[in-house]
């Protein structure tokens, strides 16, 4: 079993910064990608960033050029910077992790708001 843990949300203004972290623990098996998803009220899950395992990354447009996914892979932890904040980042934020199996953990989520 594997479990995810996520930190690092919170309340930050527009323009501002913050950075989560997501920690794997368990019985980690051969993984392929680790990212993050968001779901904002009335909303679908949708991906932010994801990292593969042979390091390449994926980003959503509307985050491109202000977001930052990166990984340890020693520690089993990924981290998403997140640089000039909008409103409309506002959202929960799932860490995600697929197998080489393409089976899905997902954490337990962090809220993010966006507000003056």
């Known amino acids: 079993q594997v479990q995810l843990v996520e930190s690092g949300g919170g309340l930050v203004q527009p323009g501002g910064s913050l950075r989560l972290s997501c920690a794997a623990s368990?019985?980690?098996?051969?993984?392929?990608?680790m990212g993050w998803y968001r779901q904002a009220p009335g909303k679908q899950r949708e991906l932010v960033a994801d990292?593969?395992?042979?390091?390449?990354?994926n980003y959503a447009g509307s985050v491109k050029g202000r977001f930052d996914i990166s990984r340890d892979n020693n520690k089993n932890t990924v981290y998403l910077q997140m640089n000039s904040l909008k409103p409309e980042d506002t959202a929960v934020y799932y860490c995600?992790?697929?197998?080489?199996?393409?089976?899905?953990?997902w954490g337990q989520g962090t809220q993010v708001t966006v507000s003056s």
């Open positions: 990292i593969r395992s042979d390091g390449s990354r």
């Open positions: 368990g019985i980690i098996v051969s993984i392929y990608a």
């Open positions: 995600s992790l697929i197998t080489t199996r393409g089976y899905p953990y």
